[in-house]
């Protein structure tokens, strides 16, 4: 039985959901939120029995906070719904909160062949989180792309950001609130055919979101 709802927040990821969403162990509960697609995502999810919220709100944070916002379980997690991540690789993750060793999980990409993290999306994430480790001391090596934690504790951390600044200002509450971060290394895998990542797909992408995360900082 599900213990854990799973948040993919999703814009355009139907050639992914078809092989990612049977492969969701059943610990979980998938909640696909669709921020604006205009593929059939919303269709795939719900024909693979994902429960589907529509968010009209544009912005990875906006997509993100509704699927939180309609979980239902005491722990919820996230992960890209692109077919860059195992969902296996959330048990971990899953049992280093439930069992109380800590408060938040995170997963570090580690990717699985040259060419997965292009230079300009890798640096940019280099950039903020040795920014983050000098200046708060966090302990995390990545901004979280898989995390879990408690639902309610997620709540009551009050993250306002609504676009891709999301988890910085996440990392950076989470540290100065004390929370007990664990993280273990994921695998970064090519996404699905016939999908484009919003972020690394482009230097623009890039250059948008490093202009969100250094917002959240400041």
């Not at 968010?55 to 992960?79: I, K, N, Q, R, W």
């Not at 200046?135 to 995390?140: G, H, P, T």
Request: with cysteine; proline share 6%.
């Amino acid at each position: 039985m599900p213990v854990c709802d799973l948040v993919l927040p999703c814009k355009d990821e139907a050639p992914a959901l078809g092989d990612l969403i049977p492969r969701v162990p059943a610990r979980f509960s998938v909640i696909v939120v669709d921020n604006g697609s205009v593929d059939g995502t919303a269709a795939v999810a719900e024909r693979l029995g994902a429960r589907v919220v529509h968010e009209s709100v544009p912005g990875y944070g906006s997509a993100v906070h509704a699927g939180l916002l309609a979980a239902t379980h005491d722990y919820v997690a996230f992960m890209d719904g692109d077919g860059s991540f195992d969902p296996a690789e959330l048990l971990p993750l899953l049992d280093d909160v439930a069992s109380g060793r800590a408060d938040f999980a995170v997963g570090r990409r580690r990717p699985v062949q040259r060419g997965v993290w292009p230079w300009h999306a890798r640096a940019g994430n280099a950039l903020i989180v040795a920014w983050l480790r000098r200046r708060i001391a966090m302990q995390a090596h990545d901004i979280a792309p898989m995390r879990v934690s408690r639902r309610q504790d997620l709540l009551d951390l009050g993250v306002e950001d609504r676009r891709f600044g999301y988890p910085v200002e996440l990392l950076q509450k989470v540290t100065v609130a004390g929370w007990r971060v664990s993280e273990r290394d994921v695998g970064y895998h090519p996404r699905a055919a016939g999908t484009r990542s919003k972020v690394s797909g482009s230097v623009k992408g890039t250059v948008r979101t490093a202009r969100d995360f250094w917002k959240a900082l400041a």
